[in-house]
């Protein structure tokens, strides 16, 4: 069965940084994109970064709002991928999940795309 985890989530003031991670387990193989959502409270699940693999190529993907500031990697030795976000703002604050598919290709930006999801971590940005 797989299982994503999130950690790496907190409290931080506006133009702090957070680093999150996303550890998986169940996989036979590794999926060929993964990536993050965030859930603010009222609002629809939105799209924040995801990146994917194919033989010969790689692909990135941000939201708008997040360009720039926030990167996504994956470290390969330890099977775990990773968001790092900077120069955080008020308007960050979200609950955060990693998410991970096989579709191959460049990273889709709709939550139903994914397969799989983790149970979300949660980032909180004072002003």
């Known amino acids: 069965q797989v299982r994503l985890v999130e950690s790496g989530g907190g409290l931080v003031q506006a133009g702090g940084s957070l680093r999150l991670s996303c550890t998986p387990s169940?996989?036979?193989?590794?999926?060929?994109?993964i990536g993050w959502f965030r859930q603010a409270p009222g609002k629809e699940r939105e799209f924040v970064a995801a990146?994917?693999?194919?033989?010969?190529?790689?692909?990135?993907a941000f939201s708008d709002s997040v360009k720039g500031r926030f990167t996504i990697s994956r470290d390969g030795a330890k099977d775990t991928w990773y968001l790092q976000m900077n120069r955080l703002q008020p308007e960050d604050t979200a609950l955060y999940y990693c998410?991970?598919?096989?579709?191959?290709?460049?990273?889709?930006?709709?939550?139903?795309?994914?397969?799989?999801w983790g149970q979300g971590t949660q980032v909180t940005v004072s002003s």
């Open positions: 998410v991970s598919d096989f579709r191959v290709g460049p990273p889709n930006r709709a939550p139903g795309s994914y397969d799989y």
């Open positions: 169940g996989y036979t193989v590794s999926p060929y994109t």
């Open positions: 990146i994917s693999w194919s033989a010969d190529r790689t692909f990135d």
